[in-house]
């Protein structure tokens, strides 16, 4: 059974600041990687995909990168802004249709 | 920009009642679902649901869950004689047009189950 898990569980950096949010999944045999952020009490909001065939993924200040054959992922932020402050899924589809989810790692960035 | 939409945001029910959540998922998807999320919990998969028919299902989903595609545009969940532990924030989403493309999240309907 696939497990997904996120370190670390919450995280406080100063505004401007690059960080690295991390994701390891216990079976590497996936399709792809996605990953999301929550506000709190709202939904999910689509970052990143990246697919099992590639390496990285870039997005504005966000770059994720996945190692499939060790299981992890890390979300990369440049120059964090208060606005990132959130909560980041990362979460993996293997066989079939669901996306299994790891609890997510709760960023503040202090002004 | 195109994007899932549920209702209510809010549902309060009494316990063994039924509820039904809707959600009218991104136009030209194919390929819908249900996740929940109990109160301090990860997100986790309930039922997904292609060509009118249920794709996958996890053990959460039981007797007691249904879903439904009534329509060109909406996309329910049902849920027949509610318990306590019912009680959670439900998301839909969808993907384009194979389950390896991004899904694409609701903002949530928060059930409340008294």
């Known amino acids: 059974k696939q497990e997904v898990t996120q370190i670390p569980a919450a995280l406080s950096v100063p505004e401007g600041e690059n960080l690295v949010l991390n994701c390891s999944f216990t079976d590497s045999a996936i399709y792809n990687l996605q990953w999301f952020r929550q506000d709190p009490g709202k939904g999910l909001t689509s970052l990143l995909l990246?697919?099992?065939?590639?390496r990285e993924q870039t997005s504005g200040r966000l770059n994720a990168s996945l190692d499939k054959s060790s299981g992890r992922s890390t979300l990369y932020i440049a120059a964090s802004q208060p606005g990132d402050s959130a909560t980041y899924l990362c979460?993996?589809?293997?066989?079939?249709?669901?996306?299994?989810f790891g609890e997510g790692t709760q960023l503040t960035v202090n002004p | 920009e195109p994007e899932v939409t549920q209702t209510p945001s809010h549902q309060v029910t009494q316990m063994g009642q039924e509820v039904i959540l809707r959600c009218v998922p991104i136009s030209n998807h194919l390929y819908f679902y249900w996740y929940r999320q109990i109160l301090g919990q990860k997100v986790e998969f309930l039922v997904s649901?292609?060509?009118?028919?249920?794709?996958?299902k996890s053990e959460i989903f039981d007797d007691q869950f249904s879903v439904e595609r009534p329509d060109g545009s909406n996309f329910t969940l049902k849920i027949r004689s509610t318990k306590l532990e019912d009680s959670a924030m439900y998301f839909c989403?969808?993907?384009?047009?194979?389950?390896?493309?991004?899904?694409?999240f609701g903002p949530g309907t928060r059930l409340t189950v008294l």
């Open positions: 989403a969808s993907s384009e047009l194979s389950y390896t493309d991004t899904q694409y």
């Open positions: 649901f292609y060509n009118n028919e249920i794709s996958e």
């Open positions: 990246i697919q099992s065939s590639q």
């Open positions: 979460a993996v589809k293997a066989s079939g249709s669901r996306l299994t």
